[in-house]
């Protein structure tokens, strides 16, 4: 399978390494941001995030039924040019680790996709920014960047910035239990 996304880490609007077919799904990508609040410090937060493998709470019905399960994930995301492979239910995504600035962001582009994902997205990148509170918490922002081929858009859109931010939500609140259970 053709990488989906920038070889180089570069942005890929300075098509840097890229092939057309990258440019044009990367011109084309879809953005969802979903934030929550953490009563822990960012150094707390951050060493969770950096170490976290698996979600140990099963997703809800409704994603059980839209998204394919997780398994494991297999390989380091330590260091910027990592890849590690998340294994799913029928496939996988390799994700290279593209910028790491520790305690504020963790950035990454899919690099291969062999695993459907809402009947035709195609997922890019995403990453991790975390900003601290003024009440000495973190909040945490999740940004997953993909491409869709359903139509039409108007339609489709709501409906996947709507799974996209509930997978989320489940991956933050798997998170905090993590910090909170110590």
């Known amino acids: 399978m053709r990488p989906l996304a920038p070889q ?8 840097g390494g890229m092939d057309s077919l990258a440019v044009a799904l990367a011109a084309s990508a879809t953005t969802i941001v979903t934030r929550m609040n953490f009563t822990a410090a ?5 060493d969770v995030l950096m170490f976290y493998e698996e979600i140990e ?17 297999e390989g380091s995301k330590r260091a910027v040019g990592d890849v590690a492979t998340c294994v799913y239910q029928g496939g996988h995504l ?12 963790y950035g ?5 996709q062999h695993l459907a994902v809402g009947n035709g997205l195609l997922l890019t ?8 509170l003024p009440s000495r918490g973190t909040e945490v922002a999740v940004t997953t960047r993909y491409v869709s081929r359903k139509r039409p858009d108007w339609l489709w ?7 996209c931010h509930m997978f989320h ?8 239990r993590k910090i909170e259970s110590g």
């Open 8 to 15: 180089s880490g570069m942005h890929p609007a300075d098509g």
């Open 42 to 46: 960012p150094g707390q937060v951050w």
């Open 57 to 73: 709470v099963p997703p809800p019905m409704l994603l059980r039924l839209l998204l394919p399960l997780p398994i494991r994930t």
């Open 94 to 105: 390799r994700k290279r680790v593209t910028h790491i600035d520790p305690c504020n962001y």
């Open 108 to 112: 990454f582009e899919v690099v291969e």
């Open 125 to 132: 990148g995403g990453c991790y920014t975390l900003r601290e």
């Open 157 to 163: 859109q709501p409906i996947e910035a709507a799974v």
């Open 169 to 176: 939500r489940h991956l933050l609140n798997s998170m905090r």
